[in-house]
């Protein structure tokens, strides 16, 4: 009897790995190569119909990779399967165009989202899946394993071990994925160094670099100028630092993009450091280095911040704060997107974010009609974990809130802060979610809810504070924000005898019954009101980019 | 450009000697003046609106803030650049306080 395994190869991976880097040697195409050479290379390297990942997040870019690949030839490259954290540059939308890629799994698609719901009425693109980072990471190791993929670092020295400095970013999960299973690793490069200042990825894990004709693209995603936070931004936030933070006790958190946060961040050294909440919340993050964290940081109100990946110009100042942010023995900050986002799932107990839109259940979602922007991070941030199983006071509170004193879990808190308008006066309550449409015009299975109402543990407007952990039923929930949806169509259809009752429980909180007064909701209260104030109270080691300058 | 006029009934306020002026006119913002009304029970508003068709949601606004605070006997003169509503209640807010605060 033959043993089963006798005619068949058990290591075929490993031979087309030898196959491809034949062919690139059989065109002289060495380790280290220049740039005019790369088209040569990727062409020589992948094959049809290959799942390539090119590494792109809302942060760094292997934009130089990017372009590269979408200037191959579609005679010889055709039907890829592109995975990518974020499709942000046009290069990546090329791709499609150019006939070179079929297919697309990712995350986010930000400011291509209008071209990119083209292609797919166009049949010109097959959407796979549009998922949270983790789970995008996850299936790099499940059904998603790339054949090849492209990255970016700082700096490779001559034996090729790379430094990803700061924004290390997605990297360490991408590449681990490729080599263990064996893919091609090419890494573009911003410099060539004799000695590196740490080694993030070992040479062994590497097969080609090249020196981009330009530094990689790094989008100031994160920075938000104080001088344009609003008076009911500021209102919104002493709402959620009194009512959520100080009730909970929040210690470790994440906080979502945008005015909203930045505006608690820079009223915590202030309005939060004077309702005697130091040391009480906010100490421990999964954050990336905002700068409007600064003055929370120098006041001591922080502890610690683990990074998702850097932000542009806060290098030199979390590499001097290295008590508080994660750095290597030479320094510089490490950031790592997969673990944050971990941290960001079992060991926050409050995720506080924005939306586009919400419905009368909480779902929400920044899905709008002639735009696929996916969900970044999230969702994921944004949902309660089944999994967790270590107790927190805030988490416990939560969930015996949801379930009763003999609750046997506790809750994550989800909070979305919104103002019940946003510009032109666009509703941010509604009946019914732009999703919708857009799930029938993508024909997919599901809309894309970017967080489930279910997760949903609190609703923040200039209106008031609603606790849907207390509501006992839909209806109660469904009033509950309508109790907080102001002067949208849905907040005045609300049954304001229900909405009362609510209030006398608790479950719907005005800023009165905060004891806050909206008149006292002033810019004052900002512990920093411009960018230069930032820079200021980081001892000028923050160093804003050229387009947050205006002295 | 809209030009809207509301009559809002109101409680009573302290008659006040000065006119006050919160905001700017600047976009997603307004300016609000109140001053001496006529009528000690009503509460009088002028609009001038860059945003056309939102009458029924300043009609909302104004009732909600006419119900809500001492506002009878005022005239309110109201620029407005795209304000959304919490932008004007927050503001109506500080007006009438700025207001009144001369009066006690």
Redesign the interface.
Known sequence: MNPPSSSRNWDSLRQGHARRLARAASLDLPRQLPAEQIVSLLEAVIEPGDRVCLEGNNQKQADFLAESLASCNPAVLHDLHMLMSVLALPSHVDLFERGLARKLDFSFSGPQGNRLARLVQDRQIEIGAIHTYLELFGRYFMDLTPNVCLIAAQAADAAGNLYTGPNTEDTPAIVEATAFKGGIVIAQVNELRESLPRVDVPAGWVDFVVVAPHPNYIEPLFTRDPAQITEVQVLMAMMAIKGIYAEYGVKRLNHGIGFDTAAIELLLPTYAADLGLKGKICTHWALNPHPTLIPAIEAGFIESVHCFGSEVGMDAYTAARSDVFFTGADGSMRSNRAFSQTAGLYACDMFIGSTLQMDLAGNSSTATLGRIAGFGGAPNMGSDPHGRRHVSPAWLKAGREASGSGAIRGRKLVVQMVETFREHMAPVFVDRLDAWALQESMGAELPPIMIYGDDVSHIVTEEGIANLLLCRSPEEREQAIRGVAGFTKVGMARDKRVVENLRDRGIIRRPADLGIDPRLATRDLLAARSIKDLVRCSGGLYAPPGRFRNW | MEKLEFKFPSQPGKISPITALCGVVGS?NLEILVRTGSDADVCEVSIKTS?RG?GE?WQ??LT?FAEHNPAGGTRIFINDM?A????V??RL??AL?EYLGVAQ
Request: net charge negative; glycine share 18%; charged share 5%.
């Open positions: 997603g945003a939102f949601i909302a606004v909600d795209g959304t509503p919490a932008v209640s927050l807010g500080q306080t």
